[in-house]
């Protein structure tokens, strides 16, 4: 509500203000907690704020049941930014004058105090945040006619097809229902993170022998063929683009800081011996996996010709999912997904070995599905390469948030909140290349990659999955180099397909149409 968000001005209840990460507005309770946040919001179904320095995947299960999130770091591709774009919650990231203390459950904003249980109100789309409740007024999508009109107009004049992201069925429910012509990304790891099958990931990864592994494995299957079947199931015969597991594997396992606290109290208190000899195997395992640069190392393809299990496993899950689907009559288009492809060896390698298990399970199943192989391109070394990949490629997803990180060489969970929005108010740079995609440096890899890729094999099908799938500037450089499709938050679904629309009648025009 407006008037009101107005009215805390005017009363000295404005706190602070960060990136504005994901669009809405939200009020609730604050908590610092995601234990606590799954437990007021799902047990007690009270509305939460989490609040954290910055989210990790540990605190997916929380952020899950909070109504918004609140960071002190971070910027527009950092994890909270991402997994609240999809889950369609406002979230105000790197909040660098707010100070969290976790140990005294409170927080500062200049002279405010904010403590936990108290109410605060956030405004996703300016990134202010503010003490206190003010009403919220739920949007109703299917109910605003006149946006239903224009948008069908917008779908007759678009070339581009617009995707949605989605990691969970509801999302890609949510997707459909914004118009979405298919899921362009979605990250079979956030699955991984949910309380009752950490530990069971936890167990695959550090299982001393092979047979522990794929005992693990074994029971992770019927949990990652659920997840599957039930996306499938909401975009029916639409396609479905699956990306393998990406994050390095210390990102499931515990903090090393914080083991090696535990394992400091156990020693000096001596009482539970069978605890520390668990926590000091955990420090080990965590010790050895620890990279001094995890963003470039054992991740994506990486791990799966590393662990090969891992990746074969979820693609068992994908086909035998997809079966099932088929067998019910439905048409599933399962497209799975390599990500981190630098080297065409790295493709070749793991597609032979994947594509032996998809036809596996389809003979066991007795079914035939329509399905693509394919790879994101992320590394630069990969769009430069693109026609070698293209050979062992179906379709190329170009991942933007990794490509710009590593082609500009800026951190995307630090630039943000250090120096990248100094730099676009100074000028140095024309916008935050994080949210408008960077048509000369990054733009220029992807045209080479669309170009080579094409040569290579002519029916290419090329999309983007990273957060400029939703950024009009950047949906009108997807049309112009020829993508098929851009894929966005669903909840950004309904203004990609405006902006697609927008790029298709502005080449139209000519170069002196205006808009």
Sequence with gaps: DEGAKATAHKDGRYLAKGLNASPGAATGAVVFDPDEAQRLGRDEKKPVILVRVETSPDDVHGML????????????????????????????????????????GTFSAGESIVRSGDAVSLDGTTGEVFLGRIPTIDPDFKGEKELQTVLSWADKARRLQVWGNADYPRDAIRAREFGAQGVGLCRTEHMFFEEERLPIVQRMILAATERERQKALDELLPIQRGDFDGILAAMGELPVVIRLIDPPLHEFLPKYEDLLVEATELRIRGKDPARLAEVERLLKAVAAMKEQNPMLGLRGCRLGIMFPGVTEMQVRAIFEAAAKQKKAGGDPHPEIMIPLVGHVNELRIEREKLERVAKQVMKEQGVKIDYKFGTMIEVPRGAITADEIAEHAEFFSFGTNDLTQMTFGYSRDDAEGKFLMSYVERGILPANPFQVLDRKGVGLLMRVAVEKGRITRPDLKIGICGEHGGDPESIAFCHEIGLKYVSCSPFRVPVARIAAAHAALREKAGPKGTD
């Design 65 to 104: 049941w909070a109504k918004g999130i609140l960071t002190t770091r971070g910027g527009a591709t950092s994890h909270a930014s991402v997994v609240a774009r999809g889950l369609g919650l406002p979230c105000i990231v790197g909040a660098e004058s707010i100070r969290v203390d976790y140990e005294d």
